[in-house]
């Protein structure tokens, strides 16, 4: 009886000492609901409650039903307008307008943390930069390597990568299945190492374009949103000693991930040590603008260089930005030529009219006043979209107009270029893929929503570089192969999940390779 009697005390103490702590707790939580439903500068903002009250409403489809969020807010804005609130503080938007509110009108908004540190672990590279002044500066320093003058002088690096792709191609054992999709990934990461780096991976090297840092990039993608929201577990692997990664696991990609860090962490520590070492390469490479900056009148000013932390970041911000949008772009063009024999036979025949002899260095000059090339780049281009994730941004210092409604300084706002590339007030028919859209009467005024690179003055630093690797990589593959679809549908290019770059969900491009006639 007396135990039964000290079970129940027991019991009951426990019990309100879990109230004790579950009461403020629980106080807490509803005081933050209630502030964000019914005081919060955006109540009046419309837009799911759930999506009010917690950042976990974007969580669920990010996470749970992976990259899923940008469709569901496609939902939301049928439902609610042209702007919703997705989050306790952050805005969608959905009309052209804006767009250009955000992006370009609104020089002083800065980056919003949620995305750029959390995800990307680069927080001290331009592309990450939540201070526009620091982000001018730094691109100030950079420009001078993605100019159209040095693009034009360091063309050779991207046509001699764009031609061991048609070499592989043309030796693929029994004419394929190619995995297409790698070999222009594979393409492009040693485009953008070669260039940025003066140095290769050799990834179009491996047999079936699978490299291994391929693979780290892919599931760099799959891990996107996990890195966001568990970022302190994800910067704990990424600070694990090389041996212990090893111990674990010698075949993984994060070891693959840690050594290439390793690898650059290493070049970058002998140029700091020894600048002679940087004229011992190739070429001009980003490091020599970064190392030794100059002044306007040409001499060098050590006192702008960036920290090795620095350094480091920004290798890595250019790697991931050049070595996947111009693959994604490359792929969903390719498909939709090959599926469509009337565009790819407009292709082909162009280009042989301008570039008759298809043994000879093609000249970028001819192929970029080519109409029908530039045109079917631009649709693989709106088609492909770029960044699909909307890129926040937090109004400020003062409460701003966008999109026509006046919105609260501190506020995140966003939109994704999708809304745009999609909107059928813009584009006629708009998941219809039409190169001819780009050649018509009033063609020239689409240009101003064709923003796979954004806008104003944080758009992707590397667009010159972009559109130099689209002429010469395209127009190479349709002048100097003939290819065919193996085993693909439209089905697969169709719906894409969104990690922060659109992955198709369908089958990967694979292609056969034909008897040029």
């Known amino acids: 009886m007396n135990n039964t009697s000290e079970m129940v005390s027991l019991s009951v103490m426990y019990f309100s000492l879990l109230l004790t702590l579950l009461t403020p707790l629980s106080a807490w939580i509803v005081t933050v609901f209630v502030y964000r439903l019914v005081f919060h500068p955006l109540r009046k903002f419309p837009g799911p409650w759930l999506a009010a009250a917690t950042d976990y409403y974007a969580g669920y489809f990010d996470l749970v039903k992976g990259g899923q969020l940008l469709s569901h807010i496609e939902k939301l804005h049928l439902k609610y307008g042209p702007v919703v609130r997705v989050g306790p503080n952050t805005l969608h938007f959905s009309e052209p307008q804006a767009f250009t509110d955000i992006y370009t009108y609104g020089t002083t908004f800065e980056k919003s943390k949620l995305v750029y540190d959390a995800m990307f672990h680069t927080e001290e590279s331009c592309h990450a930069f939540m201070d526009p002044q620091k982000a001018r500066t730094r691109r100030m320093m950079l420009n001078p390597l993605f100019s159209r003058r040095a693009i034009l002088k360091l063309r050779h690096v991207v046509q001699g990568k764009v031609d061991r792709l048609i070499s592989r191609i043309k030796d693929y054992p029994h004419g394929g299945p190619v995995d297409l999709a790698s070999a222009f990934r594979s393409l492009t990461m040693d485009i953008i190492t070669g260039y940025c780096f003066a140095t290769s991976y050799d990834s179009l090297e491996h047999p079936t374009f699978r490299h291994p840092l391929i693979l780290v990039v892919e599931q760099t993608l799959d891990n996107l949103w996990s890195r966001k929201y568990f970022t302190r577990l994800t910067r704990l692997s990424l600070a694990t000693p090389i041996w212990i990664v090893k111990l674990i696991n010698s075949n993984s990609n994060l070891l693959v991930y840690l050594r290439m860090r390793q690898e650059i962490e290493s070049r970058i ?249």
């Open 269 to 517: 520590e002998r140029y700091l040590e020894d600048e002679s070492t940087l004229h011992a390469v190739e070429h001009e490479t980003v490091f020599h603008h970064l190392i030794l900056p100059e002044n306007k009148d040409g001499s060098i000013n050590r006192d702008l260089r960036p920290s090795k932390k620095s350094l480091v970041d920004e290798a890595f911000s250019l790697l991931g930005a050049g070595s996947d949008t111009v693959g994604n772009t490359c792929s969903t063009g390719t498909f939709f030529a090959l599926n469509n024999p009337a565009i790819s036979s407009r292709l082909k025949e162009e280009l042989r009219q301008a570039w008759p002899d298809e043994d000879s260095t093609p000249d970028l000059d001819i192929l970029e006043q080519l109409p029908y090339l530039t045109a079917f780049i631009k649709e693989s281009l709106r088609f492909s979209h770029g960044v699909v994730t909307p890129l926040p941004r937090v109004v400020g210092p003062t409460d701003a107009k966008i999109g026509g409604f006046v919105v609260p300084a501190g506020t995140v706002v966003e939109m994704s270029c999708v809304f745009i590339h999609k909107n059928p007030t813009i584009f006629k028919d708009p998941e219809t893929f039409s190169p001819d859209r780009w050649m018509g009467p009033g063609s020239k005024e689409l240009e101003t929503y064709l923003v796979p690179f954004s806008k104003g003055p944080r758009i992707c630093l590397g667009i010159n570089l972009a559109w130099c690797e689209l002429y010469l990589i395209l127009g190479t593959l349709f002048r100097k192969l003939d290819l065919n679809l193996y085993d693909n549908t439209i089905d697969d290019f169709k719906t894409f999940k969104e990690l922060f770059v659109p992955v198709w969900e369908g089958k990967r491009l694979k292609v056969t390779v034909g008897q040029k006639v």
